[in-house]
């Protein structure tokens, strides 16, 4: 299986791993074997367990970018990033993306609007 939006090394790597927690060996077993961090073999094996949980976005039937805007006001009028991908129930590095932007000034919106 080859994962989307992975390096193909990456998706190997993931499979391999997952192979291995089937096999009963831990994270952190899996993690000394391969190059890849604890935190991250954690995540896999809790999407292969569990499986992914649709956001908001996708439950609404939007695309990201037209959710910019709406992050953009929340983020100007001072809401965090954290706090904000919460509220929302939206990926918290797409929020904290967006934030980085409009505090760039990439993005206009918000207070600036």
């Excluded at 991250?40 to 908001?56: M, P, Q, S, Y």
């Amino acid at each position: 299986m080859s994962y989307e939006k992975m390096t193909s090394e990456a998706s190997d790597y993931r499979e391999v791993a997952e192979d291995m927690l089937a096999a009963g060996l831990t994270c952190m077993q899996v993690s000394q074997i391969l190059p890849v961090k604890r935190r991250t073999v954690i995540d896999w094996g809790h999407l292969k367990t569990h499986g992914r949980k649709e956001n908001f976005l996708e439950r609404m039937g939007l695309e990201r970018e037209a959710f910019k805007p709406i992050v953009v006001a929340f983020i100007g009028s001072g809401w965090g990033y954290r706090s904000l991908s919460k509220f929302l129930d939206l990926n918290l590095w797409f929020v904290r993306d967006v934030a980085r932007d409009y505090r760039r000034g990439a993005l206009k919106g918000g207070h600036d609007a």
